[in-house]
């Protein structure tokens, strides 16, 4: 196997590995509940979890998706979350190689995929993971080779700032709130770790994405359009397109058009 081969495995298990951690914050910070303990448990017969029952992803397909114990039906979203981020480590991997700052994007990376489940689940974007973001954005910037954190800073207000003018804006017009503080949080991060080329990447994709999905979701739910929904997962998706093609918006903008 080839160096790069390894690398990329190394990444995939690594991914995986923080995605069933991932897990344990989707469920446990909206709830107020500690991260590092108790151990997991079956939430129906409160059976702990053994070691070998958490390996990702081969612990819910060896278990068949049901409790060891009482057997009740674990949800199949635990190996996907751990899936998901394997991959989005494996992608990281691919665009930045074996650097701090592929590990600054992952960690980025980890947080977004934390934030958007949560958001999905109970429709709130937890301080606890927004505003310490923020921190670790800026000292990552300032701290990591190729990082500036002038373009953090930069990003934090123009991302924070900016939609906290629209959701005003949006407020006076409509008379009713179009996006929540969290999302206004949840810019400011993004902010911090892309700088704010990626604000603007971030909300076109984000809001694009958010339509097409929202509409499409609201005409097969028959509900109507004052029903709310969560907007940070799309605003996620918006950043990781920056993560990954970062200079995809730069380039159309100063693309030359033919006449």
């Keep these: 196997m080839s160096p790069e081969a390894v690398f990329y495995v190394f990444s995939f298990l690594i991914g995986i590995s923080i995605g069933s951690f991932l897990n344990v914050v989707i469920y446990r910070v909206p709830e107020g509940m500690s991260i590092v303990s108790p151990p997991s448990r079956c939430p129906k017969c409160g059976v702990q979890l053994k070691w070998y029952w958490n390996v990702p992803l081969i612990g819910w397909l060896a278990l068949r998706g049901k409790c060891a114990k009482c057997r009740v039906p674990i949800s199949p979203r635990y190996p996907l979350v751990e899936l ?12 930045y190689g074996p650097t701090l700052w592929a590990l600054f994007m992952f960690v980025f990376a980890a947080a977004l995929v934390a934030i958007t489940f949560i958001d999905i689940d109970h429709m709130i974007i ?5 505003i310490p973001g923020v921190a670790v954005g800026l000292v990552g910037q300032a701290l990591i080779p190729g990082g500036d954190v002038v373009q953090g800073l930069l990003g934090v207000l123009i991302g924070g700032g900016g939609l906290l003018a629209v959701a005003g804006l949006y407020y006076l ?10 999302d206004v949080k949840l810019l400011a991060m993004i902010g911090a770790f892309t700088g704010p080329m990626a604000i603007l990447q971030t909300i076109l994709v984000g809001s694009l994405f958010g339509s097409v999905i929202g509409i499409a979701w609201l005409a097969l739910t028959k509900k109507d359009d004052q029903t709310p929904i969560p907007f940070g997962p799309f605003l996620a998706f918006g950043a990781l397109t920056y993560v990954y093609f970062p200079d995809v918006l730069l380039s ?8």
């Design 173 to 182: 017009i409509r008379r009713v709130e179009g996006m929540g503080l969290g």
């Design 252 to 259: 159309w903008l100063t693309a030359d058009i033919p006449y």
């Design 126 to 130: 937890p301080n606890v993971i927004s």
């Design 84 to 95: 998901l981020t394997g991959l989005i480590a494996v992608g990281i991997a691919y665009t």
